[in-house]
């Protein structure tokens, strides 16, 4: 079973703010991803990372940027947030197996973000 | 472009009553397809990894299976807290991007 950690589970903020997405894992993973869902709608990959300073684009185009200091921590923050960034956001994050690039994703609960 | 299509969008079951969810993919170099199971507001709970045609894998009442071009999740005898979106994904060699289908939501009628 994953342990992955996101906060706050759900945020109403003012359109212009500056918001960021918390996600902690303890499973000691060095890969993790943000992953973006509409409602009834797939999950789109936003950012990974391979490990620490490391950060990559998705291919949903995406104004949130992520960090990665610590091998256990990987926040996504967006510096103005639009009507248009309401979504759910889940973070995940997996092994890497050296040979095996299939190994599994593991989710955290997600994050409800609606700007208002 | 890496595809998949699940059937049906959503699937209503009394039960007790067996039955099957489809998930058809392209993708080039398959590396891993995933299924997971969503429940309302929260993140995919991961169930099973295939990663060949013929593989199958169980846990409890669902079963997995994979051939080179589509992927089932049976479910045996369902219960109403089986009740839940289940969602297939695929990833290809070299790449991190899980490739993600619509869904099927199922409900199971006590």
């Known amino acids: 079973e994953a342990d992955i950690y996101q906060t706050p589970r759900y945020l109403v903020i003012g359109t212009g703010k500056k918001i960021t997405l918390e996600c902690s894992q303890t499973?000691?993973?060095?890969?993790m991803y943000w992953y973006q869902q509409d409602p009834g709608m797939e999950l789109h990959l936003i950012h990974y990372?391979?490990?620490?300073?490391?950060?990559e684009k998705g291919d949903l185009s995406s104004e949130s940027t992520v960090s990665r200091i610590r091998t256990e921590h990987f926040p996504l923050t967006l510096e103005s947030a639009r009507p248009s960034h309401t979504s759910q956001y889940l973070c995940?994050?997996?092994?890497?197996?050296?040979?095996?690039?299939?190994?599994?994703?593991?989710f955290g609960e997600g994050s409800w973000l609606t700007v208002v | 472009e890496d595809q998949v299509t699940q059937s049906p969008e959503a699937l209503r079951l009394q039960e007790g009553e067996s039955s099957s969810l489809n998930c058809s993919y392209t993708?080039?170099?398959?590396?891993?397809l995933f299924w997971y199971r969503q429940d309302p507001g929260k993140g995919p709970e991961f169930l099973f990894t295939l990663y060949s045609a013929g593989e199958e894998k169980e846990k409890e009442r669902l079963k997995a299976t994979l051939t080179k071009k589509e992927s089932f999740l049976h479910i045996t005898a369902p219960k109403p807290e089986d009740s839940a979106t289940y969602l297939c994904?695929?990833?290809?060699?070299?790449?991190?991007?899980?490739?993600f289908g619509k869904g099927t939501k199922l409900t199971v009628n006590p």
């Open positions: 994904a695929v990833r290809r060699g070299g790449s991190e991007k899980l490739v």
């Open positions: 990372s391979y490990g620490v300073n490391s950060t």
């Open positions: 499973m000691g993973h060095d890969k």
């Open positions: 995940a994050s997996s092994a890497h197996i050296w040979g095996i690039s299939g190994n599994t994703i593991y």
């Open positions: 993708v080039s170099g398959l590396r891993g």
